[in-house]
């Protein structure tokens, strides 16, 4: 129930932030809108760690507001391909036998804070570039298939799944100002999620047939013997999973970006 509520109060903290913009007057010199296009993985039960054999493509859409030269609030849409396979790298010979695969489209809405490290926006500003870290919230839908152990029987759906999640989004990235109005950034972005179900695998035990004895003798006065092939399969209870965005992005000011006074 506690989970419930959590995802539902964030579910209406970030529409809520989102639709607010579009009632906002526009201001000159303070407003950017842009596209982003990079990939994106997840780190889960199938992999652990980033693994760049598997890897989607992600595309965004955002407009950010600059209150001066070090915050700004950027809202906007991704939408990202995320697989992941035990056949691909699997993590020890029982994730080989598992087979677990999983493949699927995420979109999530976000709204971040962004914190510049230079004066960059300044018209006399000797730099022309500026790290710059984020943090916000999101919320994301993932439909897809795959499964989550071999031999997994399906109802009639080929393994088809869907979900959503809360996310936190945070990261780093670096901006530079290729002219007055146009600015190119490179970005990583982490997503901690809090669901164990992106990748078709959570925290529930199955008997599955993938460990059958090969020192066991069958009885040949018993048809019915047949060697114990069933072991366990299920997912770290200890964690969620998560997916990340490595990307660039173009964004264009409508007005020409000013000097803020502090």
């Not at 959570?202 to 009885?219: G, H, L, Q, T």
């Amino acid at each position: 129930m506690k989970k419930v509520k959590f995802e539902k109060l964030c579910l209406v903290i970030v529409l809520g932030l989102l639709l607010s913009f579009p009632m906002v007057p526009l201001q000159a010199q303070q407003n950017e809108y842009g596209l982003g296009l990079g990939v994106a993985t997840y780190s889960g039960d199938i992999i652990r760690s980033l693994d760049p054999e598997q890897l989607g493509l992600q595309g965004t859409f955002f407009g950010r507001r600059n209150f001066d030269n070090v915050w700004s609030l950027r809202f906007g849409f991704s939408v990202a391909g995320l697989n992941a396979a035990d056949s691909v790298s699997p993590l020890d010979a029982m994730a080989q036998s598992r087979n677990a695969y999983f493949k699927g489209l995420l979109v999530e809405g976000h709204a971040l804070m962004e914190y510049h490290f230079l004066d960059y926006l300044a018209p006399h500003s000797t730099f022309r570039f500026s790290p710059y870290g984020f943090f916000g919230f999101g919320y994301t839908f993932f439909s897809g298939k795959g499964q989550a152990y071999q031999g997994e029987i399906y109802p009639d759906d080929e393994g088809k799944y869907s979900l959503s999640t809360p996310v936190i989004p945070f990261g780093l990235g670096i901006k530079y100002k290729l002219k007055e109005r146009l600015f190119m950034a490179l970005e990583f972005g982490f997503r901690p999620t809090v669901t164990d179900f992106l990748d078709k695998i959570e925290y529930n035990e199955n008997y599955i047939p993938r460990f059958p004895d090969p020192n066991y003798v069958p009885n040949p006065s018993d048809p019915n013997d047949t060697p114990p092939v069933y072991g366990l399969n299920y997912g770290n209870k200890s964690d969620k999973d998560w997916y990340y965005f490595l990307g660039v992005t173009l964004s264009y000011s409508f007005h020409q970006v000013e000097c803020f006074n502090y």
